[in-house]
């Protein structure tokens, strides 16, 4: 028997019984489509999380923190990483090392991670926030995204710069219409003299602080706008940024936590982080070698990266092993048809068999039908998962956008896909096949002649 005599006689019986090829087609398309779904939703989380990285030049990004002694730990009895333990005790991260940074050949622009707490009001509204003090040439970056009014042009300009959602949250929901306004922010400071000569006792129960309130005007020269997928320790995260010549000129706290406490007994009161922007990857293991020789510890997501793709490949599995029992269903049901196949057409196996057909052109025959019925489920489980994808990202985006954030796309196709599904399909219902190709192959064709 040729290979056409095969394919038609396959393509023949499927058309003889189309209600029943069709609902077992639609089963394998129904398998095929979940995981078509899963696998490209976690291959649309990877390729969101990884361009919003890269937009945001996380990648090029070091985090430089006072080293030895000065990293504080949750744990006492976790063991440091080598990125902890790699600084020494008594390196100060003040001005001075920062300048020193900002030489190191590779390094674009470096700044102290400064930021102090305040009360931000805008029209009668108020809101407890964190201010973040940003040189205006970061705030002009991928940084951080100002999608209306601009990014402050120098470091000395009386301006400042909001987030989205604090301005709806101060009852501007229109961000175009908070360029412009007056903010106005609220800061203590405290005598750092008469605070180090109190007692603990004294500290922790708020009696006899020097504490000082004063306000300060600004106009809102910029708005960010909301990333969906802006995670990560990204140096810019706060609602409130601020250029640095300004900020001198705002009497706040000198510390950001209880460990600058510590360090302002010891002396050695300096910054508790530092971002260094990077001039491109290639210049990130020199540059934290030169830091680290300094005394301070580093940290950079480029050496995370692996570990978050290790992450993104076990979640990946999740959802292929979530989309492969409807499968497993879906080749059952092959399997099913198939026997029920060979019990309806037992008498024209054995006629087949007496005019010549031989043990191998059966179990041809019976291959091409189970290899049909999963191609033709492939390809439209292939559109299925396309379509439902499509649907869900809309809905998602349609709810999403009533909370102000902007639209994603949170499933990704690549060709690969579509390739391995149909693939994979075919390859299921080849297996699924073996067993009815087997004994439909085993039929005496004397007993199935004698078969009514």
């Known amino acids: 028997m040729r ?6 006689f396959a393509l023949a019986s499927l058309r003889k019984r189309r209600l029943r090829t069709l609902l077992t087609a639609s089963g394998v398309m129904i398998g095929i489509g979940a995981l078509v779904s899963m696998i490209s939703f976690g291959k649309g989380m990877q390729k969101n999380v990884t361009e919003a990285f890269k937009a945001s030049d996380l990648f090029t990004t070091l985090m430089v923190m006072p080293g030895g002694a000065d990293v504080p730990s949750r744990d006492p009895d976790r063991p440091r990483r080598p990125a902890e ?24 622009t470096a700044y102290p991670d400064v930021s102090f707490p305040a009360l931000i009001a805008l029209e009668g509204e108020e809101e407890f926030r964190l201010v973040q003090v940003v040189p205006a040439a970061v705030a002009a970056s991928n940084a951080v995204r100002v999608g209306w009014g601009r990014a402050y042009a120098s470091d000395d300009e009386e301006g400042v710069v909001v987030s989205r959602s604090l301005a709806r949250r101060l009852g501007t929901d229109e961000p175009a219409a908070a360029v ?6 609220t800061s203590v400071s405290i005598d750092l003299g ?16 020097p504490v000082a309130r004063e306000a300060y005007d600004f106009p809102i020269v910029g708005v960010t706008e909301i990333t969906a997928f802006g995670g990560g320790p990204s140096p810019v995260q706060n609602d409130v940024l601020i250029p640095p010549g300004t900020a001198r000129r705002i009497k706040r706290l000198p510390i950001t936590s209880i460990w600058d406490l510590f360090r302002l007994r010891d002396g050695r009161l300096g910054y508790s982080a530092a971002s260094v922007k990077l001039g491109s990857l290639r210049d990130l293991e020199p540059v934290k070698s030169r830091v680290r020789e ?5 940290f950079a997501l480029a050496d995370q990266f692996d570990e978050i793709t290790k992450a993104f490949y076990f979640m990946d599995m999740i959802l292929a092993a979530v989309g ?5 269903v879906a080749a059952l049901g092959i399997v099913n048809t198939m026997v029920m196949s060979i019990l309806e057409r037992f008498r024209e196996i054995g006629v087949m068999k007496a005019v010549g057909a031989g043990d191998g052109d059966i179990r041809r025959i019976f291959f091409f039908e189970s290899g049909m019925i999963g191609l033709l489920g492939g390809a439209a489980g292939c559109v299925l998962g396309w379509a439902v994808s499509l649907v869900i990202n809309r809905v998602v ?9 902007p639209d ?4 990704a196709f690549p060709f690969w896909i579509f390739l391995g599904a149909v693939g994979f399909s075919l390859l299921v219902s080849l297996v699924s096949g073996i067993y009815p190709a087997r004994r439909a192959a085993r039929v005496d064709p004397v007993i199935a002649l004698r078969h009514d």
């Not at 008469?194 to 602080?209: N, P, V």
């Open 3 to 8: 290979f056409t005599d095969a394919v038609e």
């Open 85 to 108: 333990t790699a600084g020494r005790a008594g390196a100060v991260l003040d001005d001075a090392a920062v300048a020193e940074i900002s030489q190191i050949p590779g390094v674009r």
């Open 180 to 185: 412009g306004k007056t903010l106005r922010i």
């Open 194 to 209: 008469e605070l180090a000569s109190l007692d603990l006792a004294g500290l922790f129960s708020g009696k006899g602080l």
């Open 294 to 298: 300094m005394g301070f510890t580093t």
């Open 324 to 328: 492969m029992i409807a499968i497993v």
């Open 397 to 405: 985006n349609f709810y999403m956008a009533r909370q102000g954030m």
């Open 408 to 411: 994603i796309d949170y499933f």
